[in-house]
């Protein structure tokens, strides 16, 4: 009898869905807050995002994608709506096609577009998406806490450790 065991250990880090998690809650609640600061607010989560992502050693066009979009945003301030609708218009592909977040990089590019379609509203969106994606990775936060340890298997008997 043939037994297949997959160890995956390319998941992100505990520390890091902590501080990604705290970093775009704090920024989702600060735009509702004050959309009137926007530059300062989407400017300084995307350069402490990239800031984050080259701590954790994402590829360096990751980690460089959102510090670029922070500082243009905070050079030039009435190009929030386009420099912000590009990032996620990037981020949205990244998760559609490479984290396997298929319905937040759906929603995550429908944003973008928004955004690009209506600039006047931009800080809405924006407070939206930070809201939608901290919920979402508290939700996976939470079933992998819940799950944690119990072996998963697969339909044909398979066991999958992670």
């Known amino acids: 009898m043939f037994q297949q065991i997959e160890v995956?250990?390319?998941?992100?880090?505990?520390?890091?869905?902590?501080?990604?998690v705290l970093l775009t809650l704090a920024t989702?609640?600060?735009?509702?807050?004050?959309?009137?600061?926007?530059?300062?607010?989407?400017?300084?989560?995307?350069?402490?995002?990239?800031?984050?992502f080259a701590a954790f050693r994402f590829p360096g066009f990751i980690s460089a994608l959102p510090i670029v979009a922070g500082v243009l945003i905070f050079i030039f301030p009435e190009l929030i709506p386009f420099t912000f609708a590009g990032f996620l218009g990037l981020f949205g592909l990244l998760m559609?096609?490479?984290?396997?977040?298929?319905?937040?990089?759906?929603?995550t590019l429908?944003?973008?577009?928004?955004?690009?379609?209506?600039p006047d509203s931009v800080a809405y969106f924006i407070a939206f998406f930070m809201l939608t994606y901290a919920v979402s990775n508290l939700i996976?936060?939470?079933?992998?806490?819940?799950?944690?340890?119990?072996?998963?298997e697969k339909s044909d008997g398979e066991?999958?450790?992670?």
């Not at 807050?33 to 800031?51: Q, S």
């Not at 429908?110 to 209506?118: P, S």
């Not at 996976?140 to 998963?152: A, D, I, R, S, T």
């Open 8 to 20: 995956n250990v390319l998941g992100k880090s505990k520390e890091q869905k902590i501080i990604n």
């Open 28 to 52: 989702g609640i600060l735009t509702l807050i004050f959309p009137n600061f926007l530059y300062l607010i989407a400017g300084g989560y995307l350069v402490a995002l990239g800031l984050m």
């Open 159 to 162: 066991i999958v450790i992670e």
């Open 110 to 118: 429908i944003i973008a577009i928004l955004i690009v379609m209506n």
């Open 96 to 107: 559609l096609f490479g984290l396997s977040f298929s319905f937040l990089g759906i929603i």
């Open 140 to 152: 996976q936060f939470y079933k992998q806490w819940k799950n944690k340890g119990k072996p998963k």
